[in-house]
């Protein structure tokens, strides 16, 4: 299925004002390394501990992310979600230190994935 097109995008909102264009615009705006984990964490379908996402990076054969540094890449997610999202305080990509988890809301992942979606 290709990628739409963002102008063909609704402007209903599907949780707490976030639109079918803000996650497109944010996946469209943030560093190429904050764009491969969100991709990762949608395909495992929103949620992921730390641990796993370091992993995952730590071998990856064509994209490899140092551990340390993968924190510092989803902080262009938090900068963008402030220029692209909403008007109010919800976040794109929760992430809970105490749990040291990652997660997404889960009325997000579409739009996620079809702004992931290779054109």
């Known amino acids: 299925m290709p990628r739409p ?8 909102d599907l949780w ?3 639109t079918d264009r803000l996650p497109f615009g944010t996946v469209a705006a943030v ?13 495992l379908g929103g949620t992921a501990t730390f641990g796993e996402v ?10 490899p992310i140092e551990p340390k540094t993968i924190g510092g890449a989803l902080t262009s997610i938090r900068a963008v979600r402030r220029r692209i999202g909403p008007d109010n ?4 990509l929760e992430r809970d230190d105490r749990r040291r988890i990652y997660r997404i809301e889960p009325a997000l992942l579409e739009g996620l994935k079809a702004g ?4």
């Open 31 to 43: 560093m190429p390394g904050a764009r491969t984990v969100l991709r990762r964490l949608v395909e």
């Open 54 to 63: 370091q992993q995952y990076f730590a071998g990856h054969p064509t994209t």
């Open 5 to 12: 097109d963002p102008v063909d995008l609704c402007g209903e």
């Open 116 to 119: 992931l979606r290779p054109r």
């Open 16 to 18: 707490e004002g976030w």
């Open 89 to 92: 305080r919800t976040n794109l």
